[in-house]
Structures are given as C-alpha cells and as structure tokens.
C-alpha cells in the first residue's frame, strides 16, 4: 500500500501563506500550441464547412462519414436508445430529469419575467424576456460519457423556451472485434439522456471543429446563438475564440470540491466526498478546511484505508498531490473566510449546523448543506445546475440557468407628457457631451 501524498497544512505556520498559495495556484492559459492549433481549425471549418467538419473528424476521432448529415443522430435513434436501456436507468433519468426541470421552472418564475409599469407622466418602462432562437451544447466524450451534463444543458434551455437545441458529442473510434471496422462508439445512456431532454437535433461532432460549426453553421450544421457545455483544452480555447460570434457560458478549469467540516461526519464520507472530485482529472482540486486537528487525521486516515479499492485510484492519487490539502484552522468561521478566498465550484458545509455557517459564505458555485448532502447528488439529480463557475470565477458568474438562455431588452413608450419632462434632462447632458444632434431629437418634440 503506498502513502497518499497530500498536503497537510495548518492557518497557524510561518510560511502558510505562501503554501497555500500553492495549493491555489493553477493557470488557465492555453498552451500556444493548442492555440494556434485551434485558430487553424476555426478558419477551415468557417471557409469549407462541412468538408471541413469531416476531415477534422476522421483526423482527431477516427471517424470516417461521407457526409456530416450521415453523423447526424435522428431522433428514432434517440428513442430506441432510451427503449434499449435498463428499467433502472430509464427510471434515473426520467427522476433526474423531472427534478432538474421543477427547479428551473422555479427559477425562470423569479428571475424570466418580462415586466413594465407607466410613471407619473404616463412613460411606459421595462423589461422583455425573450428566449434565445437556437443554442448548442457541447457533450463530452472522449474519455468519459456524461449523460447528465445533457439534462443539465438542454432542459434549462427549454424551460426558458429555447426553440431549437442542437448537440454535439464526440463519438471517438474503437476498433470492432469481429470485423476490425472503426466504429463510433455513441453511448446509450447520452442517446437517452438526449431523448429525455428533448434535444432537436443531435450529431456526432466534437473537438474545436464542433465548436467551430456551432458558431459559424455549416451546410448541414445549423449557427446557433449560444454554445454551452464543458471540453477539453480544445473546446476551451475554441468557445473563448467563437465568442463574440456567439454567446457562451463560460470558460470551465478543472473540478473543485472544497469541505467545511466541524469533525461531526463520519471520516469516511468526506474521504470519499474529496475522491469524488479527484477522480475526474489530474488536474481536480480536493481541499478540506476544519478546526479539529485530530478529525483531519482521522479523514487523511480513511483516504489511505479507501484508496485501494477506488478504480480510478492512480487519477485520484495524482490529483490529491497535485493540488489537494487538508488544512487545520483556528475555528470555522477562519475557515469560511478562506473558502471565500478560494471562491470553490462545490463548497460541502459538513456540519451539525450547516445554517450557522452558510450566511457567512459569499463565494461558492453551489453550497451543499449538511453531512448527508453529497455533492455527488448536485451532480446528478438534485435539480440546480451541475454546471458551475470554477477556478475563483464564482466571485463574480453564476451557475448555469435559465437566464442563460433568455436576452432582455428594455422597454420605453414616452408620452407627450413625459418628452417634456425627460427632454430638457436629455438635452443639457447631450450639449455637455457636446453631441447636438442627440440634444436637438430631444428639442423638436418639446411644445413651442
């Protein structure tokens, strides 16, 4: 059995400041070859098109088609996808979905609303909300399938009245056994998911050259307004690229768990909690903060004992040294004023009184309450979004929503009345911007 490596740090030593810096530190640059790699796959799929899409495609996936329309998933094969998996799953994904969209349509009644009301003067002001025409979400699945990040991307888009959805997922080659053919793996529960979620259009497409077509559309791939969804460094780059073109969601870093734990929940399930986050990736950040020296022996204890038995140990293994800690301080509320530092994707309040603690947190992407509150089940089926602002970016963004998929414009009718009111106003500050012709539009309408 060889030792976990992680780091072990107290608020208390000399030089905590700069280790914790450490454990923070993470760049988000993309490598210069990545990105001129993508630039160069962005400018053909915008000047070929389709062309474009199925040479990248068959050079990066493995995947050889005569047409982009042959990568096309048509909705029977959604639906016999859903048909063909088990009772249980059909009974998970149906569960999920219907959790993930009563907690969106809640959202879209308290913040999707368009609104207006007259003033003093009989000016009509306010809002409308209208829902983007067309969006793409962006699956992954390269290395993994994610069946719930299509819940997660395409029901909010509907709820908020999205009229057309378009996904795109890789489908990388295996080599069949028998015929020795390569063979676009599409993973049934992702078709599922799709069906469930009510997605318009699906294709086999990944990578930068995906994103690419979503942006600038193609012969058969139609130009959406929004691209959402997580990738690789790839997709990454491409998205920041696009945007501008098109509106994303954001440009997601690694996943991040960050417990708050008063010494009050079993070891083992925080353990396995900081597992759950280190499995993804190398690069995933596992960091627990708690007042009770001996509770983080005892949970440093139960990472060693549980390790073995965990299929994606070495991933976990290199992600805990990497950038995982267990941090001692001096009482929780220093430990809720380093986890605002940290501003995490997923902050678990592992707690007897998780609600004493919660006002004091101010950045977090979602904030799980209490020891029985997993973040495993944000992840699938609680119903907020799984997909969450990291690497600090939740000081200042939001999780994925509906008003993602809503644009405003304001409203304004102003009377006769109310010009003679807001004109004078309008005019004195244009002449001070020293634009007259805004001050004169403003001029003609007041009574002589």
């Not at 979503?214 to 997580?230: H, M, N, Q, S």
Request: aromatic letters at 6%; charged letters at 20%.
């Amino acid at each position: 059995m060889t030792a976990v490596a992680i780091r072990q740090l107290s608020t208390t030593q000399p030089d905590f400041e700069a280790a914790f810096q450490q454990v923070l530190h993470w760049s988000a640059e993309t490598d210069d070859a990545i990105e001129a790699r993508v630039a160069d796959i962005l400018a053909e799929v915008r000047r070929h098109g389709d062309a474009a899409v199925l040479r990248y495609t068959a050079l990066f996936d493995h995947l050889q088609a005569d047409s982009v329309a042959a990568l096309e998933l048509t909705r029977d094969e959604l639906k016999a996808a859903f048909d063909a998996i088990t009772p249980a799953q059909r009974a998970a994904l149906e569960s999920a979905a219907h959790r993930v969209r009563s907690y969106h349509e809640r959202q879209k009644q308290a913040c999707g609303l368009s609104w207006q009301y007259r003033d003093e003067d009989g000016t009509l002001l306010g809002q409308k909300v209208m829902p983007l025409d067309r969006v793409g979400i962006y699956v992954p699945g390269g290395k993994a399938a994610y069946p719930s990040s299509v819940l997660m991307n395409a029901i909010p888009a509907h709820v908020a009245g999205v009229g057309e959805i378009i996904m795109v997922v890789p489908t990388p080659a295996r080599r069949d056994g028998v015929s020795g053919q390569a063979r676009g793996e599409k993973n049934p529960l992702v078709l599922a998911a799709a069906h469930v979620a009510g997605v318009s259009r699906a294709f086999t497409v990944g990578g930068a050259q995906a994103v690419a077509a979503l942006a600038y559309g193609t012969a058969t791939i139609p130009r959406v307004d929004k691209i959402t969804g997580p990738g690789n460094a790839y997709v990454a780059a491409a998205k920041r690229r696009v945007f501008g073109q098109v509106g994303i969601d954001m440009i997601a870093g690694p996943s991040e768990i960050l417990v708050l734990a008063d010494g009050s929940t079993p070891p083992d399930w925080v353990a396995m909690d900081l597992f759950s986050q280190a499995e993804h990736d190398e690069l995933a950040q596992s960091i627990l903060l708690s007042p009770d020296a001996g509770y983080i022996a005892q949970v440093k204890a139960a990472i060693e004992r549980l390790i073995d038995g965990m299929p994606r140990q070495d991933v976990i293994r290199a992600s805990l040294a990497g950038r995982g800690a267990l941090i001692h301080t001096a009482n929780m509320e220093e430990a809720c004023a380093i986890s605002n530092r940290i501003a995490p994707e997923h902050l678990e309040v592992s707690s007897r009184e998780p609600q004493r603690w919660e006002p004091l947190l101010r950045h977090a992407g979602a904030i799980f309450l209490g020891a029985f509150t997993s973040e495993s089940l944000g992840d699938y089926c609680a119903g907020p979004n799984h997909v969450l602002p990291t690497s600090g970016t939740a000081r200042f963004s939001s999780p994925l929503g509906v008003y993602d998929f809503q644009k405003r414009s304001s409203l304004i009718e102003v009377s006769e009345a109310g010009a003679q009111v807001l004109g004078p106003i309008a005019a004195e500050l244009a002449y001070g911007e020293g634009l007259q012709a805004h001050a004169r539009a403003a001029e003609l309408r007041l009574k002589r």
